[in-house]
């Protein structure tokens, strides 16, 4: 080979290896690059473990509290009339009378949950009961229940003191402040993982109805609930089909007659005019046709209305004179009360116009502005009796002296 070729050689040789160098250091910085790339996902990858890590931790420690906490039943009561209230033996004792109820419905509930298979152990009890204390105080005092209005409050403070779950809340004056109260305290908790179950005692009241329906529509909430039944239970709440319900007898009472009633009928001085007219109950009549009071009657806007009765006005001064006991004459049945029940069966006319006399007072239920479901109720319903009309005697009026209550209405004794 001459110069000239090997020159020539060499040369081509030299580019090759050119060419082989530049894809090596091409290589060499795709691996870099690579490495730069992987590193990176490496960190990213690091950082959402981290985090995902820390976020797993967070979630067990708050399952770990929720686990830790105790669970609950939940007791809501409209207190607020005449459907819960608490046994007389309890209401004449005041604060200790509270503090008895307390006792005894905690029993009451332990021993149902228990029923449930609920662990009454490591199950907390909390109660919320909702009431105007003035305006149900003037009642169980006009009932005999409680010597003064004030006793209420003595009763509801032992009631709250002596459970540190339990409170008997005073709402205050106004229509639909407990019935607002229930409501929202059982929106508010009946999703609540830690309550297990929730009794709710606001059978009386037909104007819970629409908000109840949507628990009796969901199976899961239905199971948890239990409608607590009283002394009165509206058919319409009833209608709505609760499929668990339980009564506590030996907490409220089935009756709003008190004992003190039935003493003060059983102790009248032998032969005394009262004594006379009230023969130690209770009281029934078969003679009596209690349809005649029914069905409830109601106006285009849903309001209760009386049926329209034509007396004559000598024959209702005749009927006021005798202070005939309305429950024994009209509805069958009287447990007791200082009343009249001395009298030949009632002729049409005489029924009739002693149900007159019986619709001068106020249906307790109508007074506070509610829905009387009741068809065997003998008092008034007309809208002029409302509270907040013209002519309705205000609150705090001295009325009381004027009016008795019987089973937790109220009859005028004014011409009597």
Not at 21 to 44: C, F, H, T
Not at 120 to 137: H, S
Not at 154 to 162: D, E
Request: proline share 4%.
């Amino acid at each position: 080979m001459d110069g000239t070729g090997a020159s020539h050689d060499f040369r081509n040789r030299f580019e090759q290896s050119k060419v082989a160098e530049s894809k090596r250091e091409a290589l060499i910085q795709d691996l870099i690059d690579e490495n730069d790339r992987l590193a990176q996902a490496y960190r990213k990858m690091a950082l959402d473990l981290e985090s995902e890590t820390e976020g797993r931790r967070r979630l067990q420690g708050r399952i770990h509290s929720l686990q830790s906490r105790r669970s609950f039943v939940l007791v809501l009561i409209d207190a607020d009339g005449d459907g819960y209230i608490f046994r007389d033996n309890f209401l004449n004792k005041n604060e200790e009378g509270g503090k008895q109820a307390a006792d005894e419905l905690l029993v009451q509930v332990r021993q149902y949950v228990g029923e449930l298979g609920l662990d009454v152990t490591k199950t907390d009890v909390v109660v919320r009961a909702y009431a105007n204390l003035r305006g149900l105080g003037r009642h169980c005092a006009r009932d005999g229940l409680m010597k003064a209005t004030a006793d209420l409050g003595l009763f509801a403070n032992g009631f709250t003191k002596r459970q540190p779950l339990f409170d008997f809340v005073d709402v205050g004056l106004g229509k639909e402040r407990a019935d607002d109260k229930v409501r929202e305290t059982l929106s508010f908790f009946i999703n609540n993982e830690q309550c297990k179950h929730v009794l709710l005692g606001v059978a009386h009241d037909s104007g819970y109805a629409p908000f109840l329906e949507r628990f009796v529509a969901d199976d899961l909430v239905q199971g948890r609930l239990t409608m607590l039944q009283g002394y009165q239970v509206s058919p319409i709440i009833r209608e709505l089909g609760f499929t668990r319900t339980a009564r506590f007898p030996s907490v409220f009472a089935w009756s709003t007659v008190s004992n003190s009633q039935r003493n003060m009928i059983q102790h009248q001085p032998t032969g005394s005019k009262q004594a006379n007219r009230a023969a130690k109950g209770p009281h029934s009549s078969g003679a009596v046709d209690p349809d005649r009071l029914g069905p409830v009657m109601k106006n285009q806007d849903g309001q209760r209305m009386d049926r329209p009765l034509a007396v004559d006005s000598d024959v209702m001064q005749a009927m006021k004179r005798k202070n005939l006991c309305v429950w024994l004459f009209l509805r069958g049945r009287c447990d007791g009360c200082p009343r009249n029940h001395a009298h030949p069966p009632l002729s049409a006319e005489e029924w009739d116009a002693l149900w007159v006399v019986a619709r001068q007072g106020m249906c307790f239920t109508h007074r506070k502005g509610k829905l009387c479901e009741d068809p065997l109720c003998v008092y008034g319903h007309g809208s002029w009796l409302q509270p907040d009309r013209p002519g309705a005697p205000p609150e705090g009026s001295n009325r009381k002296d004027e009016r008795y209550s019987h089973n937790g209405y109220e009859v005028d004794l004014t011409t009597v």
